[in-house]
C-alpha cells in the first residue's frame, strides 16, 4: 500500500508542480532555500539588495519545520538555484509533508484484516487525489505543511492509539501547531466528553483530559520558545474570530456564501468525506460508539465548522489540515464497520464521482492555466502579467515596487516590497533607504 501511495501521489501532482509562486509563497520557499533565524522569518522586502525579515505572527515552529525540512534537504544535495525554474523543485520539497502523513496512514492501518478493505481503499484514494489534498500539498503555507501533518498525525493516533499515543501527539500539535488547532483539539475533547458523561463512561474523561493537558503543555514550549510570534499569532486568531466570522458580521452574509462557492470544488470532498465519517459513527448508534470513533468524529468537526465560517479571504488552505483528519476517520471507521453490498457499491459509485469530478477540475485548472493553490481558479498568467508590469517600471524609473514574494523572491537583483504591506509602510519602508516608492499601477 505504501507504494501504491507514493506512486498516486506523484503521478496526480507531477503535472501541477511547475506552477510559479504566486502571492505570499515567495515567503515560504524563502523559508525552505535560506533557513533564517527567528523572530524574523519571513521576507517582507528587499532593499539595496539586503532583504528585509519580520515576525510571520504564528507560532515559531511552524516556520521551524519548514526551515528545517530546507535546511536537512540542502544538506542531502537540494539546491536549487532561486529563479522560477527553481519553483518545482521547491514544490516537490514542499509536498513531503503531505506524503508523510498519507505514508503514516497507509502503514497505519489494517487493511488485510477487514472485510471492508475494499471500500476502505477507494474513499482513501478518493482523499488522495481530491483537489483540496492535490493542490494543499503543493501550497505553500503552513496549513497546508505543517498543519496537515500535526492534525493528521494526531487524527491517526486517535484511530489507532493508545492514550500514550494520544497525549504524545497533542503535545506535538500544541507545540508546532497554530492555537486555533489545539483550540479545536480542546473543543473536541469537551464535545467527547459530555458524549461520555451522557452515555455513562465516564472513564473518557481521563484520556480526554490527557491529551488536552499535552497540548496546553506544547503550547505553552512553544510561547516559550518564541514569545513575539507566539503571541501576535494569538492576536491575529481573536481579531479574525471576533471581527471576520458570518456569526460576528452578519452583513457578509452575501460574501461568505460567494465564497464558499467559489471554493467548491476544493471543498467537495472535504464536505463527503465528514458526512461519511459521521454516517459510520451515527449509523452504529452513539450508546455503541467507541471513545476513539466519537473523539476521531468531533475532531473532524472542530477542524472544519469554524474555519468555514470564516470571512476572511477566500483561501482552501485552513481547512486542509480538516481534511487529514477526516480522512483518517472515515477510512479507520470503514474498516471497523460492517457495510452491505449494496451499501458498499453506493458508497464506492459515490467515491468514484467525488473522484472523477475532482480530476476533471484540476485537469482544466491545468489547461486553462489556473492557480490550484493561493488564489485558487484565478489565471496565474493574469497575477503574473501584473508583476512584469511592476517590474518594467521600477528598471526604468529606479523606484521600489509592490510586488507579491511569490514573484519577487527569486529576482535576486530586483528590490521590492511586499505587496502584502500596506501603502504606507512600504512607502516607510522605502523612504528610510532613501528610495522611492512606485506609483501604484492598478
Given amino acids: 500500500m505504501v507504494?501504491?501511495?507514493?506512486?498516486?501521489?506523484?503521478?496526480?501532482?507531477?503535472?501541477?508542480?511547475?506552477?510559479?509562486?504566486?502571492?505570499?509563497e515567495g515567503i515560504f520557499a524563502d523559508l525552505y532555500l535560506n533557513?533564517?533565524?527567528?523572530?524574523?522569518?519571513?521576507?517582507?522586502?528587499r532593499i539595496n539588495g539586503i532583504p528585509l525579515r519580520a515576525?510571520?505572527?504564528?507560532?515559531?515552529?511552524?516556520?521551524?519545520?519548514?526551515?528545517?525540512?530546507?535546511?536537512?534537504?540542502?544538506r542531502y544535495g537540494w539546491t536549487p538555484v532561486p529563479s522560477m525554474s527553481s519553483d518545482m523543485a521547491i514544490r516537490s520539497l514542499n509536498s513531503l509533508f503531505q506524503l508523510a502523513f498519507w505514508v503514516t496512514l497507509a502503514v497505519t492501518v489494517p487493511w488485510r484484516r477487514e472485510r471492508t478493505q475494499g471500500i476502505a481503499i477507494a474513499a482513501y484514494l478518493a482523499m488522495l487525489i481530491s483537489p483540496l489534498a492535490v493542490g494543499g500539498s503543493l501550497y505553500l503555507q503552513v496549513d497546508t505543511t505543517v498543519g496537515w501533518l500535526a492534525c493528521g498525525i494526531l487524527a491517526i493516533a486517535v484511530q489507532a492509539g493508545g492514550v500514550s499515543a494520544w497525549?504524545?501527539?497533542?503535545?506535538?500539535?500544541?507545540?508546532?501547531?497554530?492555537?486555533?488547532?489545539?483550540?479545536?483539539?480542546?473543543?473536541?475533547?469537551?464535545?467527547?466528553?459530555?458524549?461520555?458523561?451522557?452515555?455513562?463512561?465516564?472513564?473518557?474523561?481521563?484520556?480526554?483530559?490527557?491529551?488536552?493537558?499535552?497540548?496546553?503543555?506544547?503550547?505553552?514550549?512553544?510561547?516559550?520558545?518564541?514569545?513575539?510570534?507566539?503571541?501576535?499569532g494569538a492576536d491575529v486568531m481573536l481579531s479574525i474570530a471576533a471581527e471576520h466570522t458570518v456569526l460576528s458580521t452578519p452583513s457578509s452574509?452575501?460574501?461568505?456564501?460567494?465564497?464558499?462557492?467559489?471554493?467548491?470544488?476544493?471543498?467537495?470532498?472535504?464536505?463527503?468525506?465528514?458526512?461519511?465519517?459521521?454516517?459510520?459513527?451515527?449509523?452504529?448508534?452513539?450508546?455503541?460508539?467507541?471513545?476513539?470513533?466519537?473523539?476521531?468524529?468531533?475532531?473532524?468537526?472542530?477542524?472544519?465548522?469554524?474555519?468555514?465560517m470564516s470571512t476572511w479571504v477566500p483561501e482552501y488552505r485552513y481547512v486542509a489540515p480538516a481534511l487529514a483528519a477526516v480522512s483518517a476517520g472515515m477510512v479507520f471507521e470503514l474498516l471497523r464497520t460492517e457495510v452491505s453490498r449494496t451499501l458498499a457499491r453506493r458508497l464506492v459509485l459515490i467515491l468514484g464521482v467525488s473522484?472523477?469530478?475532482?480530476?476533471?477540475?484540476?485537469?482544466?485548472?491545468?489547461?486553462?492555466?489556473?492557480?490550484?493553490?493561493?488564489?485558487?481558479?484565478?489565471?496565474?498568467?493574469?497575477?503574473?502579467?501584473?508583476?512584469?508590469?511592476?517590474?518594467?517600471?521600477?528598471?526604468?524609473?529606479?523606484c521600489v515596487p509592490r510586488l507579491?514574494?511569490?514573484?519577487?523572491?527569486?529576482?535576486?537583483?530586483?528590490?521590492?516590497?511586499?505587496?502584502?504591506?500596506?501603502?504606507?509602510?512600504?512607502?516607510a519602508i522605502a523612504a528610510k533607504a532613501g528610495r522611492a516608492l512606485c506609483a501604484d499601477r492598478g
Avoid at 515576525?55 to 540542502?74: D, K, N, V, W
Wanted: charged share 10%; hydrophobic share 55%; with cysteine.
Fill in 253 to 308: 452574509l452575501g460574501s461568505w456564501f460567494y465564497n464558499l462557492l467559489r471554493l467548491a470544488p476544493f471543498l467537495g470532498a472535504l464536505t463527503l468525506g465528514l458526512a461519511t465519517q459521521a454516517w459510520l459513527v451515527l449509523r452504529r448508534g452513539w450508546r455503541r460508539a467507541e471513545i476513539r470513533s466519537a473523539f476521531g468524529l468531533s475532531f473532524s468537526i472542530a477542524l472544519t465548522a469554524p474555519f468555514l
Fill in 404 to 427: 507579491s514574494s511569490g514573484f519577487a523572491y527569486a529576482l535576486l537583483d530586483l528590490d521590492f516590497v511586499g505587496s502584502a504591506i500596506s501603502v504606507s509602510d512600504a512607502e
Fill in 167 to 232: 497525549a504524545l501527539s497533542g503535545l506535538v500539535l500544541g507545540f508546532v501547531g497554530k492555537q486555533e488547532w489545539s483550540i479545536c483539539l480542546a473543543l473536541a475533547a469537551a464535545m467527547t466528553l459530555g458524549w461520555g458523561l451522557f452515555m455513562g463512561q465516564r472513564r473518557s474523561a481521563g484520556p480526554l483530559g490527557l491529551v488536552v493537558l499535552a497540548a496546553l503543555a506544547g503550547s505553552f514550549s512553544s510561547w516559550t520558545f518564541d514569545p513575539v510570534n507566539w503571541s501576535e
Fill in 3 to 24: 507504494a501504491l501511495t507514493i506512486l498516486v501521489f506523484w503521478v496526480f501532482r507531477a503535472p501541477f508542480l511547475a506552477q510559479p509562486l504566486v502571492g505570499e
Fill in 55 to 74: 515576525p510571520l505572527s504564528h507560532p515559531a515552529p511552524l516556520y521551524e519545520s519548514m526551515t528545517h525540512l530546507g535546511s536537512l534537504a540542502r
Fill in 35 to 45: 533557513s533564517p533565524p527567528g523572530p524574523d522569518y519571513g521576507l517582507m522586502a
Fill in 355 to 398: 473522484a472523477a469530478l475532482g480530476v476533471v477540475f484540476m485537469t482544466v485548472s491545468l489547461l486553462m492555466a489556473r492557480s490550484v493553490t493561493e488564489g485558487p481558479m484565478a489565471s496565474v498568467e493574469g497575477m503574473l502579467a501584473r508583476e512584469r508590469s511592476e517590474v518594467l517600471a521600477a528598471r526604468q524609473t529606479g
